[in-house]
């Protein structure tokens, strides 16, 4: 991946940040969740899916499945930045007049599921995944999970039918950030070791940074990881991530802002921005 993609991207995830943020600001919303995965969703839509507004009705488009459907506000922030919805309708969070609210709605082209109960994305990608395998397509079927969602039984009945099927145009995406609403994973059910449970329901499996695009690139540029078989990226993420002053605070999960703690978190990400750009810039001396 070369410098100006790399600057590129980081400048559309700060922009899906500041949606995320302005969408808050109406009756709240789980920020955290949605700033842990923006960097993951600007990087499949802007890199790896094979998707746009055009396509959205085309059979040889790519499909993304939000499961933690929670996480709405970057999937809408990155919309914006698609030119798919327009940025004044975050203003209408959760009011009767619109379709935006706390979870996906199919009403907002692009958005293929509701998905606000977790655990059920994951089996209608695997029936769209054998419907594409049946008919010898290309499509790429991608799901992005959150990690206490594991905890849903569905989630490993799921996983038997994608290995029995050869589901090898299956990709899940696991954002790893280690907080399942107010406590830890590891201290509710613990996960761990996560990549051995994969591969033992017959997966094959990476490990990222999930804020690194250049991570991303070079796991998902092998994809599929291995013929025959689902694919698995495990993503390490920050919840939060981008707001220093929230990142990887338990209560801090779901936010409801007002129109001055807006600025002030709008600004703190900008601070945020500008600090690791520099850092970046020293790290290449």
Partial sequence: MDNKKLIEYKEIAKNVREHIITLSNNGGAFIGSALSCSDLIVYLYTDFLNVSKDKLQSKNRDYFFLSKGHAVPALYGMFIELGWLEVERLNNHLQVNDDIYWHPNTKIPGVEFHSGS????LSIAIGIAIDCKLKETQNKIVVLMGDGELNEGSI???????????????????????????????ELIPLNPLNLKFESFGCTVKSIDGHNFIDMNEALKEFPFEINRPSVIIADTTRGKGIRSIENKINKWFVE????SVIEYINELNMTNEFEFKMSNLNEL
């Fill in 156 to 186: 490993w009945e799921s996983l038997l039918i994608a290995h029995a099927y050869k589901l090898d145009n299956l990709l899940i995406i696991i954002d790893r950030n280690q907080i399942q609403a107010n406590l830890l994973t590891e």
């Fill in 118 to 121: 977790l655990g059920h994305s």
């Fill in 257 to 260: 802002n007002n129109d001055y």
